[in-house]
C-alpha cells in the first residue's frame, strides 16, 4: 500500500520536481461533464474535472481505480475508460501557498458514466454540476486546464 508523505517532504518535492497525475473527464449519457469545485490550491475556487496524484509505488491502474473511488464514490477500472493523452498543467502556486510553483505531467481518461452516487465525496471540492462543453468553455469559472480538454474534443 502507499503513503501519503508528510507536508515538509511533500513541499519539497513539489518545489523541485513535476508530479504525475491521473484526471478523470467523466460524461454523462447526455454528453455534459461534471466538474467541482476545488477546494484547495492550485485552481483553488475554480471548476475542475475530478483526479488526484500518482503516489510512489502506486501502478496506473491501482491509482487510476483509487482516484475513482476518493472522487466519485464509485468503482470503476481503467477499462472502462478512454485515455485521451497526456498533458501539462502549470500553476503559479502550490498547495502550500504561492513562494513556489506546481508543475503537473497528468494523464486524461474519458469516462463516461449512467450514474453516479448521490452523495460525490467533498474532500477536494466543494460542490458538483455537470456541464455541457460549450458551457465549460464559456465560463469564467471553469479553470484553463479543464477547458483544454475540450477545446479540440468536442
Known sequence: ??????????????????LISIDLIVRNPQGQVLLG???NRPAQGYWFVPGGRVRKDERLADAFNRLVQEELGSTQSMQD??????FEHFYADNFSGDDFSTHYVVLGYQLNVDALPALLPHERHHAYRWFSVDELLNSSDVHLHTKQYFQNNK
Open 1 to 18: 500500500m502507499t503513503q501519503r508523505l508528510d507536508t515538509e517532504l511533500f513541499r519539497t518535492v513539489v518545489a523541485h520536481t513535476p
Open 81 to 86: 475508460a478512454v485515455f485521451i493523452g497526456p
Open 37 to 39: 469545485q476545488r477546494v
